[in-house]
């Protein structure tokens, strides 16, 4: 212990760090602005600035698209741990962990409501739950949001955000993909409008399944979305890719998504597509 610790202890002086409820400010990823955290939440999370697109958690983004008094479904009940998987952590540990940070029991929350006075279903993946990740829980939810938007005959409206399948379950998680895909066939076969809203990032098997197969993609902007991550890409072929690959501007304008619409305008966009796509309004 040195001179001024002993002096310190000896006069009682004692000085903690004060602490608050959250921090105060925010620095923007894209232009490293800092903001205030409650300007930039009532901003729905986008920068002032540069008008980057944050992420934000399942109950925000229903609360952005969908009316007031809109239902949230209940969870569905799986199988948790079935190949008692474990690498630096058991997986029991890790999605313990998962539900303690977060306010959901996994990472796909679906509301059933309306949007602007339209029936519709929205299903949102939350990146924040072990990276928005696919597994049996998120499938069956996916599922379940779909069903009912069968028995409401109306949209079912499907927001993005995961890093792939959840490899903790092996391949009961990649069977998901095909459960999916089998849903958004009924819906088309039904009539009814599937649209997805690609956020960032949406990779990984979610996008070689439902995220790719809407009748209407549209993307955030500056979304992360592909399959593949880019070093992987330009590894296999040994070649430089373009600036801006797999962002949402390079694949609307290479028509891989219909459009790129700001987190503002979302909701009206939205309403104004289900007008066109259902203009005669389910009960």
Known sequence: MNWFNRVRNSLGFSQEKKTTEKDLWVKCPSCQEMLF?????????????????GRIGADARLALLLDEGFEVLPLPKVTEDPLQFKDTKKYTDRLKAARAANPHEDAFVVGSGFIDAQPAVVGVQDFS?????????????????????????????????????????????????????????????????????????????????????????????????????????????????????????????????????????????LASVLDYLAPVKAA
């Open 37 to 53: 955290v409650a300007d930039y939440e009532a901003n729905l999370s986008v920068c002032p600035k540069c008008e980057h697109h």
């Open 129 to 269: 739950f072990m990276g928005g990740s696919m597994g049996m829980a998120v499938g069956q939810a996916f599922c379940n949001g779909a069903q009912k938007a069968l028995d409401r005959k109306c949209a079912y409206v499907v927001v993005t955000a995961a890093g792939g399948a959840r490899m903790q379950e092996g391949i009961l998680s990649l069977m998901q993909m095909p459960r999916a895909t089998v849903m958004t066939r009924r819906l088309k076969q039904a009539g009814l409008p599937y649209i997805v809203i690609l956020s960032d990032p949406t990779t990984g098997g979610v996008t070689a399944s439902y995220a790719m197969l809407g009748d209407i993609h549209i993307a955030e902007p500056g979304a992360l979305i592909g399959f593949a991550g880019q070093r992987v890409i330009q590894d296999t072929i040994r070649e430089q890719l373009p600036e801006g690959f797999q962002r949402a501007e390079y694949l609307h304008k290479h028509g891989m998504v219909d459009m790129v619409v700001p987190r503002h305008e979302l909701k009206a966009t």
